[in-house]
């Protein structure tokens, strides 16, 4: 009787989790058949930070070509369009020493991005995707820089990792 009632209650459970929507993530993909391709043209830059623009869409490129859910492809053979703005960039210095010049700042990134049909139907969007990153102040100003540069790869790289999880988790 004991075996006959585990086999039950193993049962119930199956179908009680199965039932649930569970499913590992990552896998499967939330977009119709006729979806396969991608494009993801060079996202716009209200900032005053030149160069940024370029670097987060190559590591968009590098995560969806990674992930091989969609393919890659020119905008003209594109199902689908990856669209995206940089609206601001902000420097704040977040700790000081006691003459009060900054040894630390915080690089944070505001983004938005749309994923749109050929049709110009939007397939997901979001428009406050925002990403930081602390850096230190050093006593030499292209170390500085060099940080800060380090920081902003650093979030480009966070962004496309994001905007991919996203699109395809939040589907």
């Known amino acids: 009787m004991k075996t006959y009632a585990k086999v039950i209650n193993s049962l119930l459970l199956f179908f009680f989790i199965s039932a649930c929507g569970y499913h590992f993530s990552g896998q499967g993909n939330p977009f119709s058949e006729d979806i396969k391709t ?22 968009l490129v590098y995560e969806f070509t990674s992930r091989k859910r969609l393919r890659v492809v020119d905008i003209k053979d594109a199902d689908v369009v990856l669209k995206g703005k940089i609206r601001s960039i902000n420097l704040p210095d977040i700790s000081f020493s006691g003459t009060y010049l900054g040894l630390e700042r915080k690089a944070v ?39 800060k540069q380090t920081a902003l790869h ?16 939040d589907f």
């Open 109 to 147: 990134v505001t983004i938005e991005a749309v994923l749109e049909r050929r049709d110009g139907s939007v397939l997901w969007q979001n428009k406050d995707i925002i990403r930081e990153e602390v850096y230190k102040v050093e006593s030499s100003p292209l170390t500085t820089e060099t940080n």
């Open 38 to 59: 991608i494009a993801v043209p060079v996202f716009s830059n209200q900032t005053g930070e030149t160069g940024f623009e370029n670097y987060l869409t190559n590591q």
């Open 154 to 169: 650093k979030i480009a790289t966070d962004l496309a990792e994001m905007i991919h999880m996203r699109i395809f988790e």
